[in-house]
């Protein structure tokens, strides 16, 4: 029995070394500029974005307002704090529930991994809370 929980826990810990490098805050670098194209498994609302800025600093579009926020990774664990949201009203009930969705995701986000073309910030069950896909261009 004890060693039966011995190898499944260095078979996890193995798992988790050779997947650091794609959860990994230091995916996202300053000057990335991604569209958020999925918010909770749902799409994102056309105009939603997620940026990069220097010392992990985040800003964008979420879908009614306007955010920014501290991108930090302590423990392996990423975090987004100080998030400040602006509060401009939003007449669309759909965005409005979107927003909803979008604050509550980047609030639980503990990682990043790639996703196909883009990437996905995830939460502690690996669950993508949020997709992202580069923007190109201007």
Same mark, same amino acid.
């Given at each position: 029995?004890?060693?039966t929980l011995?190898?499944?826990?260095?078979? *996890? *810990?193995?798992?988790?070394?050779?997947?650091?490098g794609e959860r990994s805050v230091a995916m996202l670098k300053p000057g990335d500029r991604f569209a958020v194209i999925r918010i909770d498994g749902a799409p994102a609302p056309e105009g939603v974005t997620f940026e990069v800025g220097s010392g992990g600093r985040i800003t964008g579009r979420a879908p009614c307002n306007r955010?920014?926020?501290?991108?930090t990774e302590q423990g392996g664990a990423m975090t987004a704090s100080g998030?400040?949201?602006t509060r401009m009203a939003c007449a669309d009930p759909a965005r409005?529930?979107?927003?909803?969705?979008?604050?509550?995701?980047? /609030?639980?986000?503990?990682? *990043?991994?790639?996703?196909?073309? /883009?990437? *996905? @910030?995830v939460d502690p069950q690996?669950?993508?809370? @949020?997709? @992202?896909t580069p923007i190109t261009g201007p």
């Open positions: 029995m004890i060693r011995a190898a499944l826990a260095a078979a *996890a *810990a193995l798992a988790a070394c050779q997947d650091a955010y920014s926020g501290q991108l998030l400040v949201i409005t529930l979107a927003e909803t969705r979008f604050v509550n995701a980047i /609030g639980a986000v503990t990682a *990043a991994r790639r996703m196909g073309d /883009g990437t *996905a @910030l690996g669950e993508a809370r @949020l997709v @992202l």
